[in-house]
């Protein structure tokens, strides 16, 4: 037979009812967690300079964070710095020397930072070009790419609507 406990007892209240804090901020931890979790930042990795229109593609994959080699309709960029002009570009020459150089540093660069502190070297490179670049231009900046050990090769696009 259970024990019925008296009236007093089942009616009364003792001291003061608090909110217990440490569980309410354990919940609204998780929850800010959870948005940050689910927040996407696939936006725009890159700010294009002004004088540079991406070409439309029908790709669905979004861009990562990579070295950047950039082709603006007046210079040759990497990671926004600009390299040379596009007017000192040799027209006879199948690859360009300033652009080499610089990846060929930076290639250098990566390959000591994986030893150093193993940052893994992806031989990685985006490739921003304009698209009014004329496409002997876009294959010496590609060609250049590919002999500095950067052969794995991304072109940014504007996904179409």
Do not use: W
Not at 49 to 65: A, G, I, M, T, V
Not at 66 to 86: A, C, F, G, R, Y
Not at 117 to 146: Q, R
Not at 152 to 157: A, D, G, P
Request: proline share 5%; hydrophobic share 40%; glycine share 2%.
């Amino acid at each position: 037979m259970a024990f019925v406990p008296s009236r007093a007892k089942k009616h009364s209240t003792t001291g003061e009812q608090e909110l217990n804090l440490t569980s309410m901020m354990d919940a609204m931890t998780i929850i800010l967690l959870f948005l940050l979790k689910t927040f996407s930042t696939s936006g725009a990795i890159i700010s294009p300079s002004s004088d540079l229109k991406l070409p439309y593609s029908l790709s669905h994959e979004d861009p990562r964070k990579e070295l950047t080699v950039s082709v603006t309709q007046n210079n040759i960029m990497v990671s926004d710095e600009p390299i040379l002009s596009i007017s000192e570009v040799d027209p006879n020459s199948s690859i360009i020397s300033t652009l080499f150089g610089e990846l060929k540093r930076r290639a250098d660069e990566a390959k000591q930072n994986e030893i150093q502190y193993a940052i893994p070297f992806d031989h990685e490179v985006l490739i921003v070009a304009d698209e009014n670049v004329p496409f002997h231009l876009l294959f010496k900046v590609i060609y250049t790419c590919g002999s500095s050990e950067f052969n794995k090769l991304r072109l940014l696009t504007i996904k179409e609507r």
